[in-house]
């Protein structure tokens, strides 16, 4: 009997000398304590080890994922002004009473991208346009128009064209439009130029209809005086008030988002463009009615990023509303930022 129990203690200690290569299973079989007949401390030792063998062979599982981005963090309005405004202008004047309420650098010249588009649908409102006229997409208005889910040969009412224009800032529309509204090329952007100095708004120009050229700029004061023209015709208008629309031509269907993400804010707008080209940074001109009645036009130009031109725009609506309606006309060359 005694000899049976000491190769039985034989064997599992060879077993023991297997398993036990970690300093911590080394440690398990010291600090357990001997019981009668050896057996169950021998059998405790054997688990020890055995678990301290299977954790120390697992392989580690390493956290992988995308990083959240950081908030947008901006300073708050204050009654004194805005602090950092991350644009190259800014323009705010109340509809009502043409007060200019806010603004940096109102008179400085820029590129003002798709905010060409209004000027664009005014001229093609100047041409009588029959919104039920279907028109068919050529290769040359897809060619160089960035971004677009039209493609070539698809027919298209001019009703849906305006739209997509205008909502979603569509190139390939726009260039449709203008090239099938019987005014050749030339003539067309002549009369967007007329259409501008009509209004008094100097310093603005234009080379083509869709915004692409860094060569069609405008001031921040200017664009606030385009908007409000075009807004006049109830047609754009109700367009750009319109936060999604839909449409389907020969081939497949559409749906359109409107690229004026204060549309979905707190505040009535009552109109608005967006535009961006690496010349021109992300641009906004927006028309805004208060809870109180209040209505105004606001202009960002030549922020750094989509996020910024949205968050930016609030905090100059937000100021507008909380302090700048209550303060004095600034003068020409006054700054609240």
Not at 32 to 39: D, H, I, V
Not at 69 to 87: E, M
Not at 268 to 279: A, N, V
Not at 297 to 318: Q, Y
Request: charged content about 25%; overall charge positive; some cysteine.
């Amino acid at each position: 009997m005694i000899q049976l129990v000491s190769a039985r203690k034989i064997a599992l200690g060879l077993g023991l000398a297997l398993l036990l290569e970690t300093p911590a299973a080394a440690m398990a079989v010291a600090a357990l304590p001997a019981t009668k007949g050896g057996e169950r401390a021998e059998t405790t030792v054997l688990a020890a080890a055995t678990t301290s063998k299977a954790k120390s062979s697992a392989p580690r599982k390493r956290r992988r994922g995308r990083r959240r981005a950081a908030p947008l963090r901006l300073p708050a309005v204050t009654p004194y002004g805005i602090p950092r405004l991350h644009v190259k202008a800014a323009y705010v004047v109340d509809e009502a009473t043409g007060r200019v309420l806010f603004q940096k650098n109102p008179e400085r010249v820029l590129p003002i991208a798709s905010l060409t588009k209004l000027v664009t649908a005014m001229v093609l409102l100047e041409t009588d346009p029959d919104w039920d006229r279907t028109v068919e997409i050529l290769p040359e208005d897809v060619k160089h128009s960035s971004r677009s889910r039209i493609r070539a040969r698809e027919e298209i009412t001019v009703r849906d064209l305006i739209h997509a224009s205008l909502m979603a800032s569509d190139n390939v529309a726009t260039k449709a439009l203008a090239r099938t509204c019987g005014l050749t090329r030339e003539e067309f952007v002549s009369r967007m130029n007329v259409a501008a100095e009509s209004l008094g708004v100097t310093g603005t120009r234009f080379v083509e209809p869709t915004g692409l050229s860094e060569l069609n700029v405008a001031t921040a004061e200017g664009v606030a005086r385009l908007l409000n023209a075009a807004s006049a015709n109830p047609i754009v208008s109700a367009i750009m008030q319109k936060q999604s629309y839909a449409f389907v031509t020969n081939r497949k269907p559409h749906h359109l988002v409107n690229t004026n993400r204060l549309l979905r804010s707190k505040w009535r707008i009552t109109g608005g463009k967006t535009g961006y080209i690496s010349e021109s940074g992300y641009c906004l001109v927006t028309s805004v009615e208060a809870p109180t009645g209040a209505a105004v036009t606001a202009v960002v130009l030549g922020a750094p990023s989509n996020a910024l031109r949205f968050a930016e725009a609030r905090r100059i609506l937000d100021w507008t509303f909380r302090f700048g309606l209550n303060r004095p006309e600034l003068g020409a060359d006054g700054e609240n930022d």
